[in-house]
């Protein structure tokens, strides 16, 4: 087979045909992974992919929705489902997957601290996000009390996340922006980190951040602790 015989050179070489780094990344650690089984069952004598630079992928800070955007896509929203995901984005910081996922016996609006848990999220870990009164006051009157929070509009089962995607984006759109549920999530992490003064374990947590390094941008589009830190300056003696 050709990889069996492929030099360094030659992979370093493919893997510069990708412009993106990080499908140049991705490729890299798949032929890795290829590398790696074939030495240990003698198929090669060396992992070719051992010396070859990890491709660095570029620093994105988070994009939040506008709070105007947010506040007009939640005014007109008359689909409950869109309403819903919107909410849960905005206010507990859920992917679209976890949106999906969620179930009604998942949310606990009773006690002294109501509570969403999320159930195998991103990397498979479960957590639990408390609620904001205005999210627990919209799944109060919007979700159903069984099974899946968001549904089909025949109510057969569970909406996909393709299909979610797309009520969204048309409703985005509908309402003047090019923005859709991640940036929602996007807004719930950035005001998280700013009221919670730019702690980097308690964004992390609740947004279900393996680590914090991607948490970190979060507090830096804040603004929390670098406003902080020029406010102390003195002035020119």
């Given at each position: 087979?050709?990889?069996?015989i492929?030099?360094?050179?030659?992979l370093?070489?493919w893997?510069?045909?990708?412009?993106?780094?990080?499908?140049?990344r991705?490729y890299?650690?798949?032929?890795?992974s290829l590398y790696q089984w074939?030495?240990?069952?003698?198929?090669?004598?060396?992992?070719?992919t051992?010396?070859?630079?990890?491709p660095?992928?570029?620093?994105r800070?988070?994009?939040?929705?506008p709070?105007?955007?947010?506040?007009r896509?939640?005014?007109?929203?008359?689909?409950t489902?869109?309403?819903?995901?919107l909410?849960?984005?905005l206010?507990?910081?859920?992917?679209?997957a976890?949106?999906c996922?969620?179930?009604a016996?998942?949310?606990i609006?009773?006690?002294?601290?109501?509570t969403i848990t999320v159930?195998?999220g991103?990397?498979?870990?479960?957590?639990?996000?408390p609620?904001?009164?205005?999210?627990?006051?919209?799944?109060?009157?919007l979700a159903?009390?069984y099974?899946?929070?968001?549904?089909?509009?025949?109510?057969r089962?569970?909406?996909?996340?393709?299909?979610?995607s797309a009520?969204?984006?048309n409703?985005?759109e509908a309402?003047?922006?090019?923005?859709?549920?991640?940036?929602g999530?996007?807004?719930?992490?950035?005001?998280?980190?700013?009221v919670?003064?730019?702690?980097l374990?308690?964004?992390?947590?609740?947004l279900?951040h393996?680590?914090?390094?991607?948490?970190?941008?979060?507090?830096?589009?804040?603004?929390?602790?670098?406003?902080?830190?020029?406010l102390r300056?003195?002035g020119?003696?």
């Amino acid at each position: 087979m050709p990889w069996m015989i492929a030099s360094p050179e030659l992979l370093e070489e493919w893997l510069r045909s990708f412009p993106n780094p990080a499908t140049r990344r991705a490729y890299l650690s798949d032929a890795a992974s290829l590398y790696q089984w074939a030495v240990k069952r003698g198929l090669v004598k060396a992992d070719i992919t051992a010396d070859i630079i990890r491709p660095k992928e570029p620093k994105r800070l988070p994009r939040p929705m506008p709070e105007a955007d947010a506040a007009r896509a939640i005014l007109l929203a008359t689909d409950t489902r869109v309403r819903l995901a919107l909410s849960l984005a905005l206010y507990a910081g859920l992917r679209r997957a976890e949106i999906c996922a969620l179930d009604a016996d998942d949310v606990i609006l009773g006690g002294d601290v109501p509570t969403i848990t999320v159930r195998k999220g991103k990397g498979g870990k479960d957590r639990t996000v408390p609620v904001h009164p205005i999210l627990s006051a919209e799944l109060l009157h919007l979700a159903p009390r069984y099974g899946p929070v968001i549904s089909r509009l025949d109510g057969r089962g569970r909406l996909s996340t393709a299909m979610l995607s797309a009520l969204i984006a048309n409703h985005m759109e509908a309402v003047g922006s090019h923005h859709r549920l991640h940036g929602g999530r996007h807004r719930f992490g950035t005001q998280l980190a700013e009221v919670t003064g730019g702690d980097l374990q308690v964004v992390a947590d609740l947004l279900g951040h393996e680590s914090l390094t991607t948490t970190r941008g979060y507090t830096q589009l804040s603004g929390v602790r670098t406003a902080a830190a020029v406010l102390r300056m003195p002035g020119v003696a």
